[in-house]
């Protein structure tokens, strides 16, 4: 099992809400096939080619296009944590934060799981932990706590060369954008996706 996570907004931050955000892969022929297809369609209408799906470059009307078509392919599940930015003490480290958050959100995906996990994250876009904190958190809670079998491994990879990250930045901007800004008209297109979410 495929698992791509990535944040939108910044941890303790002004901004009233930080999302962390996973996908769930069921088809990743069908997932490199639409981004794909979308970098090259932008790249036909840019003077600059862009290498990559992400959000910050995108139109709206590319937003939507590209929701558009991910929310029906029915080839991924998307979950996610909303956190409270107010909520966070200063004081204690983000990186404990930030693992105790993804370990949280991964628990059920954890428990229902019936392969191995292979948890995939953006290498530039991850500033508050390392990935041998976070990978030791994870594996210390789901082998010792939750008394699991499946091996969980989590790797650091460049979105540019992993369509799945490039689909969890996108998404996981939209719910960001839905709390903080109560824009709903992209949240409502992948809604459907979504398995579940956590509030903290």
């Known amino acids: 099992m495929n698992i791509y996570i990535d944040e939108s907004g910044v941890l303790g931050d002004r ?18 096939k639409i981004i794909k297809k979308n970098i090259q369609s932008i790249n036909k209408q840019k003077n600059k080619k862009i290498e990559e799906i992400h959000t910050c470059t995108l139109t709206f009307p590319q937003k939507q296009k590209i929701l558009n078509e991910l929310g029906k392919s029915n080839c991924f599940e998307y979950v996610y944590i909303r956190v409270l930015n107010n909520k966070i003490n200063k004081s204690i480290k983000k990186n404990i934060y930030y693992n105790y958050f993804i370990t949280q959100l991964l628990k059920k995906i954890c428990f229902s799981a019936k392969d191995n996990i292979n948890i995939i994250m953006d290498q530039y876009d991850i500033k508050t932990t390392s990935i041998d904190s976070l990978e030791n958190y994870l594996q210390t809670t789901a082998y010792l706590k939750w008394k699991l079998e499946n091996k969980i491994s ?15 930045d996108i998404i996981t901007n939209t719910v960001w954008g839905r709390y903080n800004y109560e824009k709903t008209n992209l949240y409502n297109i992948i809604k459907h996706t979504i398995r579940y979410s956590i509030f903290y």
């Open 154 to 168: 989590l790797q650091h990879k460049n979105s540019k060369d992993v369509k799945g990250i490039q689909v969890s």
């Open 15 to 32: 901004n009233k809400f930080f999302i962390i955000g996973a996908i769930i892969v069921k088809d990743n022929i069908k997932i490199k």
